[in-house]
Nanobody, 124 residues
């Protein structure tokens, strides 16, 4: 099992920045990829970004590319999501997730472990 705990959410004005953190514990060696997803009220869970634990590969959704940056600290079992130039449409609960396989990184169903989520609210 892998346990994930997110932190860093909050309320910010449009154009501002937030940095989300995800602390992984347990059998972290069993996961190969970490991802961030988000879910707004009444909407489906949406892929945001992903990184392999090696740090060699990162991918972003088109909606956040150029504004968000995912990074990881393998030694500390931490994953971060730096969010800049935030927009009201970025408002959602943000989830950290871990996958045991490399396949289909944008599909939330391919991730095996999830955190409890952290709320991000961007005011206009």
């Amino acid at each position: 099992q892998v346990q994930l705990v997110e932190s860093g959410g909050g309320l910010v004005q449009a154009g501002g920045s937030l940095r989300l953190s995800c602390a992984a514990s347990g059998r972290t060696f069993s996961s190969v990829r970490m991802g961030w997803f988000r879910q707004a009220p009444g909407k489906e869970r949406e892929f945001v970004a992903t990184i392999t634990w090696s740090g060699a590969n990162t991918y972003y959704s088109d909606s956040v590319k150029g504004r968000f940056t995912i990074s990881g600290d393998n030694a500390q079992n931490m994953v971060y999501l730096q969010m800049n130039s935030l927009k009201p449409e970025d408002t959602a609960v943000y989830y950290c997730a871990a996958a045991r396989r490399y396949s289909d990184y944008a599909n939330w169903a391919k991730y095996d472990y999830w955190g409890q989520g952290t709320q991000v609210t961007v005011s206009s």
